[in-house]
């Protein structure tokens, strides 16, 4: 490409963006919108999030980054689902997006829905149509998310007292400030570190474990039906990592909360997981429940990430390695994008992007290889 | 038995960090970082160095390079007391040690170009002569899975993966022969992981070098090491082959910290020993032994005497009061 043509293209690039930002952001002005705007129905009553081909892309300098691109699964209530796949593949993406945390204009929602079950109010609301004032009735109150640094999730200057009760003041205004403190005290207490003067605390007098149960604490304070928890163990050591998984596991059946676990440990998906969704740049590669996935993996991208984990009691002179890279996600190719990285290609691999096919009633992949097996059976 | 040639010998090895306060700065105390550690590493071996954060993992692999300075202990490299070098002479033993650092993103100078961070130390050691100099890094570069076009690049063009590779290169550039490794690929994907791994693997057999590889992955950790050394709280508390330690864990710490691992299986439910709480400040270790404000197995004597190092055969010890008999 010559200087000149380059130039064009990035000019090209810059008005399209421009028009994508005057979009967002007049929808973003927009004080209130009439009800039958984003209130819709759910496909089954018995989830509690339905993701229908959500598009998440990011319009950058020098081009569009399609971080998710058509994903589609759904949580069950009462159910815990791990997101599994590399850094960049746009799973943190996707749970931004249900929380609407998106760093906008430059990522927004580009297409799709998201459904969401408010049980309370017998209605259903489409996430990505919500007006702000809603959305923040939503967030912290029905979804709630944990993060996975929790030195930087909790504000250093605040007690951890101050930063709880915020969170339960804001969604339920009429509450007195003895009965918020209360309540406070409980959710240290669900976590298992209440103590005498707890709530006069800083962020910093705490180690990192007991940080992560404050974060966890304030996450539960408004009893949510969604916790979305984005890599909640990843820096926090093993011993640390099981008394928390631990703690998630009893509190999302004590409180019938759905829990939405993305990570990139294995390990920690087959032991909290009742379904798991692999993805890969920004698509699902395949879904199931956690038994499909981890004793039946159908595409070669799972099945490669699985044994490239050294195993515990396990002993292999040479790691499988999967060659190569992620993609560059600007200019994603037609073809499956694991083509290049894939050892098991098939000549139909070079022609259009393979679509889901269903293997049995809840394990999906989106793989060539696999068109014959759904042939054989039916 | 005929004589093994240990290319690390260390033996009470302290590292105290002072705290300091007030207005003149007096030291009011000292986090005892490594609280009096034996190590031995034989050649061509891996030494796999686990524990949670704050054990002093870490502070150990850097005195051992006098990267910090030792409080106290003798620290014997290649045959060299490294505590008794001067500054000059421990420049010229440098290039046979090097270090791995863990995050790929921070360890590389962003101005530099790759043949520019891996030749600089070359250049400034003579490894080689000028003339050989730009073919030499070539064929380190080769040698550790990088293209030869990516001389001239800069370290923000490459993924987390080809950025370890780089590192791997500007410590291989040196011919050393002993590495430490701090938690080389904790920043990286699992496929990727696997890729390192390897390429680790492969160089440690060609080149014969010895590392001190120190990870808080157990499964990487287990994968990689002929010999474990599992420390908590700034003391080894349990040494020994890689298989001796995970088909017979002996420490309560071991066996808790093993059990905690997560099992890429639906179907596997683990018994796990959960530990309660968390590692204890070691500004203020616990008297006697360090592990019993968390240990199931504890007893009287446990918190007033130091457990001692015991061998239970096979260069397999532990220190613990269980074994005492």
Same mark, same amino acid.
């Given at each position: 490409?010559?200087?000149?043509?380059?130039?064009?293209?990035?000019?090209?690039?810059?008005?399209?963006?421009?028009?994508?930002?005057?979009?967002?952001?007049?929808?973003?002005?927009?004080?209130?919108?009439?009800?039958?705007?984003?209130?819709?129905?759910?496909?089954?009553?018995?989830?509690?999030?339905?993701?229908?081909?959500?598009?998440?892309?990011?319009?950058?300098?020098?081009?569009?980054?399609?971080?998710?691109?058509?994903?589609?699964?759904?949580?069950?209530?009462?159910?815990?689902?791990?997101?599994?796949?590399?850094?960049?593949?746009?799973?943190?993406?996707?749970?931004?997006?249900?929380?609407?945390?998106?760093?906008?204009?430059?990522?927004?929602?580009? /297409?799709?829905?998201?459904?969401?079950?408010?049980?309370?109010?017998?209605?259903?609301?489409?996430?990505?149509?919500?007006?702000?004032?809603?959305?923040?009735?939503?967030?912290?109150?029905?979804?709630?998310?944990?993060?996975?640094?929790?030195?930087?999730?909790?504000?250093?200057?605040?007690?951890?007292?101050?930063?709880?009760?915020?969170?339960?003041?804001?969604?339920?205004?009429?509450?007195?400030?003895?009965?918020?403190?209360?309540?406070?005290?409980?959710?240290?207490?669900?976590? /298992?570190?209440?103590?005498?003067?707890?709530?006069?605390?800083?962020?910093?007098?705490?180690?990192?474990?007991?940080?992560?149960?404050?974060?966890?604490?304030?996450?539960?304070?408004?009893?949510?039906?969604?916790?979305?928890?984005?890599?909640?163990?990843?820096?926090?050591?093993?011993?640390?990592?099981?008394?928390?998984?631990?703690?998630?596991?009893?509190?999302?059946?004590?409180?019938?909360?759905?829990?939405?676990?993305?990570?990139?440990?294995?390990?920690?998906?087959?032991?909290?997981?009742?379904?798991?969704?692999?993805?890969?740049?920004?698509?699902?590669?395949?879904?199931?429940?956690?038994?499909?996935?981890?004793?039946?993996?159908?595409?070669?991208?799972?099945?490669?990430?699985?044994?490239?984990?050294?195993?515990?009691?396990?002993?292999?002179?040479?790691?499988?390695?999967?060659?190569?890279?992620?993609?560059?996600?600007?200019?994603?190719?037609?073809?499956?994008?694991?083509?290049?990285?894939?050892?098991?290609?098939?000549?139909?691999?070079? /022609?259009?992007?393979?679509?889901?096919?269903?293997?049995?009633?809840?394990?999906?992949?989106?793989?060539?290889?696999?068109?014959?097996?759904?042939?054989?059976?039916? | 038995?005929?004589?093994?040639?240990?290319?690390?010998?260390?033996?009470?090895?302290?590292?105290?960090?002072?705290?300091?306060?007030?207005?003149?700065?007096?030291?009011?105390?000292?986090?005892?970082?490594?609280?009096?550690?034996?190590?031995?590493?034989?050649?061509?071996?891996?030494?796999?160095?686990?524990?949670?954060?704050?054990?002093?993992?870490?502070?150990?692999?850097?005195?051992?390079?006098?990267?910090?300075?030792?409080?106290?202990?003798?620290?014997?490299?290649?045959?060299?007391?490294?505590?008794?070098?001067?500054?000059?002479?421990?420049?010229?033993?440098?290039?046979?040690?090097?270090?791995?650092?863990?995050?790929?993103?921070?360890?590389?100078?962003?101005?530099?170009?790759?043949?520019?961070?891996?030749?600089?130390?070359?250049?400034?050691?003579?490894?080689?002569?000028?003339?050989?100099?730009?073919?030499?890094?070539?064929?380190?570069?080769?040698?550790?899975?990088?293209?030869?076009?990516?001389?001239?690049?800069?370290?923000?063009?490459?993924?987390? /993966?080809?950025?370890?590779?780089?590192?791997?290169?500007?410590?291989?550039?040196?011919?050393?022969?002993?590495?430490?490794?701090?938690?080389?690929?904790?920043?990286?994907?699992?496929?990727?992981?696997?890729?390192?791994?390897?390429?680790?693997?492969?160089?440690?057999?060609?080149?014969?070098?010895?590392?001190?590889?120190?990870?808080?992955?157990?499964?990487?950790?287990?994968?990689?090491?002929?010999?474990?050394?599992?420390?908590?709280?700034?003391?080894?508390?349990?040494?020994?082959?890689?298989?001796?330690?995970?088909?017979?864990?002996?420490?309560?710490?071991?066996?808790?910290?093993?059990?905690?691992?997560?099992?890429?299986?639906?179907?596997?439910?683990?018994?796990?020993?959960?530990?309660?709480?968390?590692?204890?400040?070691?500004?203020?270790?616990?008297?006697?032994?360090?592990?019993?404000?968390?240990?199931?197995?504890?007893?009287?004597?446990?918190?007033?005497?130091?457990?001692?190092?015991?061998?239970?055969?096979?260069?397999?010890?532990?220190?613990?009061?269980?074994?005492?008999?």
């Amino acid at each position: 490409m010559t200087a000149k043509e380059q130039k064009q293209r990035l000019k090209e690039i810059k008005k399209f963006n421009a028009k994508k930002y005057k979009e967002y952001n007049k929808n973003q002005r927009r004080k209130r919108a009439p009800e039958s705007e984003y209130v819709t129905k759910m496909a089954d009553n018995d989830n509690i999030i339905e993701f229908d081909d959500l598009k998440t892309y990011f319009y950058t300098d020098i081009g569009t980054v399609k971080a998710v691109d058509g994903v589609s699964f759904e949580i069950k209530r009462g159910k815990t689902i791990g997101v599994v796949g590399e850094s960049g593949c746009g799973k943190s993406v996707t749970s931004l997006s249900v929380m609407g945390l998106l760093q906008g204009p430059t990522g927004q929602v580009a /297409g799709g829905s998201i459904r969401f079950n408010q049980v309370g109010k017998n209605r259903a609301v489409d996430l990505t149509k919500l007006p702000v004032k809603e959305y923040e009735k939503i967030r912290g109150n029905e979804i709630s998310m944990i993060f996975q640094e929790p030195m930087t999730t909790l504000n250093p200057v605040f007690t951890i007292g101050d930063q709880l009760m915020e969170c339960i003041a804001l969604h339920n205004p009429n509450m007195k400030k003895k009965d918020i403190e209360a309540r406070a005290l409980e959710t240290l207490e669900m976590v /298992g570190i209440k103590r005498d003067g707890m709530l006069d605390l800083y962020p910093h007098e705490l180690s990192g474990g007991m940080r992560q149960r404050v974060v966890i604490a304030m996450a539960l304070s408004c009893n949510p039906q969604l916790i979305i928890a984005d890599e909640p163990t990843t820096a926090l050591d093993v011993t640390i990592q099981a008394q928390i998984l631990d703690l998630l596991r009893e509190l999302k059946d004590k409180i019938n909360a759905s829990i939405m676990l993305i990570t990139h440990d294995l390990g920690v998906v087959a032991e909290m997981a009742d379904y798991v969704v692999v993805m890969y740049a920004g698509r699902i590669v395949e879904q199931g429940t956690a038994d499909d996935i981890f004793h039946h993996p159908a595409h070669p991208y799972t099945i490669g990430l699985m044994k490239s984990k050294p195993m515990l009691g396990e002993h292999v002179d040479r790691l499988y390695s999967i060659p190569g890279n992620v993609p560059n996600p600007i200019n994603l190719p037609e073809h499956c994008y694991f083509k290049n990285r894939c050892e098991m290609c098939v000549d139909k691999c070079e /022609g259009a992007y393979p679509e889901l096919i269903s293997l049995s009633e809840t394990h999906k992949v989106s793989c060539y290889l696999r068109e014959n097996e759904v042939k054989g059976e039916n | 038995m005929s004589e093994i040639n240990y290319v690390v010998d260390a033996k009470g090895v302290k590292k105290y960090f002072p705290i300091k306060s007030g207005l003149l700065q007096k030291t009011i105390g000292h986090v005892r970082a490594v609280d009096g550690v034996d190590i031995r590493i034989k050649e061509g071996e891996t030494f796999g160095l686990v524990g949670e954060s704050g054990c002093g993992k870490s502070t150990l692999g850097r005195t051992l390079l006098r990267l910090i300075e030792p409080t106290e202990g003798q620290i014997s490299i290649n045959g060299m007391d490294m505590t008794k070098l001067k500054r000059e002479e421990l420049r010229k033993v440098r290039p046979s040690m090097q270090m791995i650092f863990q995050d790929p993103f921070s360890s590389l100078d962003p101005r530099m170009p790759v043949g520019e961070i891996i030749g600089e130390a070359v250049r400034e050691h003579g490894i080689v002569p000028a003339s050989e100099y730009r073919d030499y890094i070539l064929k380190i570069m080769e040698d550790c899975g990088l293209r030869p076009y990516y001389i001239d690049r800069y370290p923000h063009e490459f993924s987390g /993966g080809q950025r370890q590779r780089i590192c791997i290169a500007r410590a291989l550039a040196l011919n050393p022969k002993f590495i430490v490794c701090d938690e080389p690929v904790s920043a990286l994907d699992v496929s990727i992981q696997a890729q390192i791994i390897n390429l680790m693997e492969e160089l440690q057999e060609k080149r014969n070098l010895t590392y001190l590889f120190i990870s808080h992955d157990l499964s990487v950790v287990q994968h990689i090491s002929d010999t474990i050394g599992v420390m908590y709280l700034g003391s080894m508390v349990e040494n020994g082959s890689t298989e001796d330690i995970f088909a017979n864990p002996l420490h309560p710490y071991t066996k808790a910290l093993f059990s905690a691992v997560p099992i890429a299986d639906p179907d596997v439910k683990m018994n796990r020993i959960l530990l309660e709480g968390d590692i204890p400040s070691p500004a203020n270790p616990p008297s006697g032994c360090k592990f019993h404000t968390r240990c199931s197995q504890c007893m009287e004597i446990c918190k007033n005497k130091v457990p001692e190092v015991k061998d239970m055969g096979n260069g397999h010890t532990v220190a613990c009061h269980l074994y005492n008999n």
